[in-house]
């Protein structure tokens, strides 16, 4: 049976995990930066860890719990939030990186709600081999931020 503290230990861990690649997207002025990559990392993990919860709660017969349903709210939730950080900027799509890093960070939360530990861990340094390591051979075509919002 899940409990509360597990659910927030795992939150907490999604959190953590989610740090590095927050803030690579951060220190390159992207449009979802350390903040946004920590609250879909903690977001995801708390819906998945309810979703667990509920399953364990309701006992049935009758009710069509599945934590699957859950997991496919997260991607279409994040699916929208990636979807507002894509810009066209004279014929060059940008924003594709970060929409990719956003549900790449809710997996990893949906990991670590699910109590799947190795598999968060691993995501975050997939991720961040993704992100940093790989940016370094082949960086980015353009590096200037999108136009701030007035």
């Given amino acids: 049976m899940e409990t509360d503290g ?6 907490a861990l999604a959190v953590v995990l989610a740090v590095p690649v927050g803030w690579d997207r951060e220190r390159r002025a992207r449009p979802a930066g350390l903040r946004t990559h920590l609250l879909v990392a903690a977001s995801a993990a708390a819906f998945s860890g309810i979703a667990l919860i509920l399953t364990d709660v309701v006992d049935d017969s009758h009710a069509r719990l599945d934590p ?10 994040i699916g929208f939030l990636g979807a507002g950080t894509i810009f066209i900027s004279r014929d060059k799509v940008i924003g594709l990186t970060t929409a990719a890093s956003l549900l790449a960070t809710a997996a990893l939360g949906t990991a670590a709600g699910m109590g799947r530990y190795l598999l968060a ?15 370094l051979l082949a960086p980015d075509p353009v590096e200037e931020p999108p136009p701030p919002e007035e």
Avoid: C, D, F, N
């Fill in 6 to 11: 597990v659910l927030l230990l795992r939150t």
């Fill in 68 to 77: 699957i349903r859950a997991i496919e709210a997260i991607v279409a939730g």
């Fill in 121 to 135: 861990i691993g995501l975050a340094v997939l991720i961040i081999i993704v992100l940093a390591v790989l940016h």
